[in-house]
């Protein structure tokens, strides 16, 4: 053999054996998905990183941190700028995900750089951060590609495109071990989002899945009119309006480069059980910066299932329970402490003094704590109470009552306008029993109340029974509520109470 003929030989196994290794490099199940955006939109060191992101969760208020729900959002909308800008806003929507955990999460997100029909699926096995490799969830990506042909994979949706990825590190830290549905919507128009949201809702029943929507708001206008701007996007996402906001976004009344995936995100929420939005927070780039003459719009909201159907059909039960099982007020009593509740409140808005009441009874005199919860078309309105009693139960429920109303940090004050609108439900305590073993623990006729340290948690009899919890799920959910960890019932020097009350 000639060594041209060797030197040939040798060029072209070395090209066979090139082309093997690319095409193995580049198969689904080995294709992860490289940072673009590490060391410049967020932080490339691992150390560095989390301690931003910390940072950014450590600084949202604990009582901007309060839902009206045990469990966690079916939905989140974050905005996708450089850390440095909207971080904080997004602290706000990813902290309602502490303590909590997903199998899969759903990630809509806006193509910024190519423009293609339908959405882009990514195929591979992974997204990687400095945190680590997010794992595709590759049976639902299947699937969705699958059911229609307008979902797929188009390489370069993903390649460089920022608003997907930069949700990623928070997700990490807030949830860790999770599967990744990464979507990157070419077609944003109302068809396509419902389109969309019906294919991502069906893959995600039988999960434990959050839909999070990838998007900022109005772009480069002065302050003041960004704000206008905007708010018309806050208003349609506290409707829970999304083909309200469509429509506003198509006519030009506001503006959003993630417009489709807050709609799809709304639609496919609603699909799941949703009922219930809040915006969390909003702010522009001129906060940061000060620049406020040319600024960029960032938002955070949250959707959540109420299960105000479900608790309407469990009343009766646990109205039922509670009387077994609790201090046993009369009808006439209750009448009683109801209309003291209401009366309070009244007054208070009125700004006169409280009425004086004849106590004949020995029961509404006796030192024993209360809770009054106030609802609004059956939404949480105000709930304070106080676990131990200090004062006689009639005395307690007037001032509970106006603390629900005016004093609960995570509502505005009631107002006139809504008086006739309020429902007062009243839990009237027996005193804390400290139990040696949660086998005594009874869902339903008992309330929970667990300490551990400086941090405590409590949550009444009717809770568990409106979502139907077992022990268990009763123990993480106070322990969540007491901000530890979901098995911190387990540890030692935690330290775990039952009560049973009147509900009423």
């Not at 509502?411 to 073993?437: H, N, Q, R, W, Y």
Request: glycine share 8%; aromatic share 8%.
């Amino acid at each position: 053999m000639t060594a041209r003929k060797a030197l040939s030989g040798l060029l072209c196994m070395g090209i066979a054996l090139l082309l093997a290794s690319t095409c193995l490099a580049e198969s689904p199940q080995d294709r992860v998905r490289e940072s673009v955006i590490a060391g410049t939109w967020y932080p490339g060191d691992p150390e560095t990183l989390n301690k931003t992101l910390r940072g950014y969760l450590d600084a949202v208020p604990e009582t901007e941190n309060k839902t009206p729900f045990a469990e966690p959002p079916t939905a989140l909308i974050v905005p996708h700028a450089g850390y440095r800008y909207s971080g904080q806003v997004a602290a706000h929507a990813y902290k309602r995900l502490q303590n909590a955990s997903f199998d899969t999460v759903f990630i809509i997100a806006p193509s910024h750089r190519v423009r293609f029909p339908g959405v882009s699926v990514y195929d591979g096995a992974g997204y990687r951060t400095p945190l680590g490799v997010v794992p595709i969830d590759r049976e639902t990506t299947a699937a969705l590609m699958q059911s229609d042909d307008r979902i797929r994979f188009v390489p370069e949706a993903h390649a460089q495109e920022h608003s997907l990825e930069i949700q990623l590190p928070f997700l990490q830290t807030v949830l860790g071990d999770f599967q990744l549905v990464p979507l990157v919507m070419g077609d944003q128009g109302l068809d396509a989002c419902r389109w969309l949201a019906a294919k991502a809702a069906a893959a995600a029943k039988g999960k434990s899945a959050l839909i999070v929507a990838s998007t900022d708001l109005s772009h480069y206008h002065f302050y003041e009119a960004a704000k206008k701007l905007d708010k018309v996007v806050l208003d349609r996402i506290a409707a829970f309006d999304p083909e309200g906001l469509n429509r506003r976004l198509a006519s030009g009344e506001c503006e959003a480069c993630g417009g489709g995936p807050m709609a799809a995100a709304m639609m496919a929420a609603r699909h799941l059980g949703a009922d219930v939005a809040q915006v969390l927070h909003y702010a522009n780039s001129g906060d940061v910066t000060g620049d406020k003459s040319r600024v960029v719009g960032y938002m955070a909201a949250a959707f959540w299932n109420s299960g105000h159907k479900e608790r309407s059909e469990k009343h009766s039960e646990n109205q039922r329970l509670s009387e077994k099982n609790g201090p046993g007020l009369s009808e006439a009593e209750k009448t009683l402490l109801h209309k003291i509740a209401r009366e309070s409140i009244v007054a208070r808005l009125k700004g006169q003094s409280l009425p004086k009441y004849d106590i004949p009874s020995p029961a509404l005199k006796e030192t024993r704590g209360a809770f009054v919860t106030l609802k609004k078309n059956g939404r949480l309105r105000g709930c304070i109470g106080h676990i131990v009693g200090r004062l006689p139960i009639a005395d307690t429920v007037r001032e509970m009552a106006q603390a629900a109303a005016f004093e609960d940090p995570r509502f505005p004050p009631v107002t006139p306008s809504e008086l006739d609108d309020l429902e007062i439900e009243i839990s009237a305590m027996t005193p804390l029993k400290e139990i040696g073993s949660i086998d005594e623990i009874q869902v339903g006729p008992h309330g929970l109340y667990i300490t551990n340290g400086r941090r405590s948690g409590l949550l009444l009899p009717q809770v568990a029974a409106e979502y139907g919890w077992d022990r268990q799920t009763f123990l993480e959910q106070t322990c969540r509520k007491a901000g530890l960890p979901k098995d911190a019932w387990k540890a030692s020097g935690t330290k775990i109470f039952t009560f049973s009350a009147d509900v009423f």
